[in-house]
């Protein structure tokens, strides 16, 4: 038989009657037919294997690409084009994204095409799993390769809609890329039809007709339109989904507390847990604690590059309310979610003032100067000057200077963090420690949290400000204790719920792209090697990734690339 190179590039081989499912081998079409209750389990258990490989360029594309994290420095790695926006059509980990969801969308697809529907509820189950994955795989790749659903979907493009693999593989000739109208209509018919027939719930590291839900409620949220100028019809659809998620009581919020602890908890203990790629620990052993996500965001036991960490501007929204502090026998969070952040405090424990100072043209740096205190007068030391430090809020410490260049600068007195290169090393754990000491880490695609804040936003584009007021406050002051708005309405609306998205969101893939779908532009002014002062408007070429070239290399077909400019 020959062999071919389907789903689009993505270098998954299939012979003619053959389906691969990774890392079982394949299994002739013929056997699977006449004894399907052999071959379901093992088929579908090799669809959800792909998404194991699939899960790492998803979060790089995601969150690099946002404005929560900063790299100590530039990077030869493939990944350092995502943070820096020096877009190329010639990297292995933009491949690798396109080339694993197109596998999944392959198995998915050979199993949905092999499989009568109606069998049984078991049968109808899996088959639905099928259409979730598959109808995640085109939101997730239409929403890196297409641009936002707000501009022109008619004909701006998508991604190539190719559902299994073709009966004349000798002479196939496969579809350019659909319309982001159209890839988008594809993703809602998969998850609806997976929600369909899913009705067994096997926890969440299956797909569940939950999982469906929560993931339309998101699809539907990124078709709704801008705050300025929102979509009705799918704003209603965005509410609609999130309500069958947040009142089916399958799912419940974890109290603060425990909350603090999210990462610590696999899937299968966590009850805010929807849906999420399940790793284990033997996947996890030697270098791969280095390469994982979590790898580069903290050290972990002499493990993991900790070559990222929180930007500062992360660091200023965690502190809105109040300054969360991490120093031993001190520590205190205000904000629960700075729980998953960790400064790698010095053992000398030197007392520091740290601020951040314009450092030349269009350059912020972090300074950590020595303080010395006498009586009621503390006073810092940078650069053989001495100033003498003006409390803003002498309780929590935080002060500030007026600096040799003329300028005032607000900063906190806290320990010495160790640096890499000239930068504080605040770690990010909120992809490591899942049950153990080390970087394991299950993927989060949806949980209850995320819900809530998605029916926030479309109830507040359907102008139903009291409602969103609820559920934004309540995924609010469960992180921080008497901190929840008195009031929403359209002059503050989406400055409130993109916040509270940023913050709950982070380190999960989604501030870049939440940052765009909404029309609004991103800024990085805080310290780190990027182009601090660039502003990515959503209408930039480079809001989308280009189609790997190694895809439209292999490709059976036309494969339009993105624009190359605006």
Not at 169 to 195: C, I, N, W
Not at 259 to 283: C, D, G, H, L, W
Request: glycine fraction near 8%.
């Amino acid at each position: 038989m020959k062999k071919i190179v389907i789903a689009l590039l993505a270098s998954a081989v299939f012979s003619s009657c053959d389906i691969e499912r990774l890392p079982y081998g394949s299994m002739d079409s013929g056997s699977i037919v006449e004894d399907p209750a052999s071959s379901l389990e093992s088929l579908l258990n090799g669809t959800y294997g792909q998404l194991k490989a699939w899960s790492d360029p998803m979060h790089r594309c995601g969150e690099y690409a946002g404005d929560n994290i900063m790299i100590r420095g530039s990077s030869t790695d493939a990944f350092y084009e995502f943070l820096s926006y020096s877009r190329s059509p010639n990297n292995y980990r933009l491949t690798q994204f396109w080339d694993s969801g197109y596998k999944a969308i392959a198995q998915a697809s050979n199993i949905i095409n092999m499989i009568e529907e109606g069998q049984n509820a078991e049968f109808d189950n899996k088959l639905g799993e099928c259409y979730y994955v598959r109808g995640m795989m085109y939101f997730y790749l239409v929403r890196a390769f297409g641009r936002p659903y707000y501009q022109s979907p008619e004909t701006n493009l998508g991604v190539p809609i190719v559902n299994g693999t073709p009966a004349n593989v000798v002479d196939m000739l496969l579809p350019d890329r659909s319309s982001v109208k159209e890839t988008y209509e594809q993703a809602v018919a998969d998850l609806k039809k997976g929600a369909e027939l899913m009705t067994i719930d096997n926890g969440p590291v299956y797909a569940s007709k939950g999982a469906a839900h929560a993931m339309l409620s998101r699809v539907y949220l990124y078709m709704s339109g801008t705050y300025g100028a929102p979509n009705r019809e799918y704003a209603e659809l965005a509410v609609a989904y999130a309500d069958s998620v947040i009142n089916g009581g399958v799912y419940s919020l974890l109290p603060r507390e425990q909350f603090m602890e999210y990462n610590t908890y696999a899937p299968e203990a966590n009850p805010e847990t929807i849906f999420a790629v399940k790793r284990v620990a033997s996947e996890y052993s030697g270098s791969d604690h280095y390469y994982g996500v979590g790898g580069m965001y903290a050290n972990i036991g002499g493990q993991g590059w900790g070559e990222m960490y929180a930007s500062a501007k992360y660091i200023e929204l965690l502190n809105e309310t109040g300054r969360n502090d991490w120093r031993p026998g001190r520590y205190n969070m205000v904000d629960a979610r700075a729980a998953f952040i960790e400064p790698t405090y010095a053992q000398s424990g030197q007392e520091v003032f740290r601020f951040i100072k314009e450092d030349g043209e269009n350059v912020l740096n972090y300074v950590q100067a020595a303080i010395t205190r006498s009586g009621n007068t503390i006073t810092c030391t940078e650069d053989g000057q001495t100033y003498t430090l003006t409390p803003v809020n002498a309780v929590q410490e935080v002060y500030k200077i007026v600096y040799k260049d003329g300028k005032t600068y607000t900063g906190v007195i806290d320990n010495f963090i160790t640096l890499n290169r000239v930068y504080p090393q605040f770690y990010i754990v909120k992809c490591s420690r899942e049950g153990e000491d080390s970087h394991l880490h299950s993927p989060v695609i949806s949980r209850l949290g995320e819900v809530y804040l998605n029916r926030a936003e479309a109830l507040a584009k359907l102008g139903r400000y009291g409602e969103a007021l609820e559920d934004l406050n309540l995924i609010r002051t469960r992180s921080i204790v008497n901190g929840a708005y008195t009031s929403l309405d359209a002059s503050n609306a989406a400055e409130r719920i993109d916040k509270e998205r940023q913050l709950e969101l982070a380190y999960q893939a989604e501030r870049s792209y939440d940052v765009f779908r909404n029309g609004k532009a991103l800024t990085r002014e805080y310290p780190g090697p990027h182009a601090q002062f660039e502003v990515i408007q959503p209408t930039d070429y480079r809001v989308t990734y280009y189609i790997p070239q190694d895809a439209i290399n292999s490709y059976a077909g036309r494969l339009t690339q993105n624009p190359t400019s605006n």
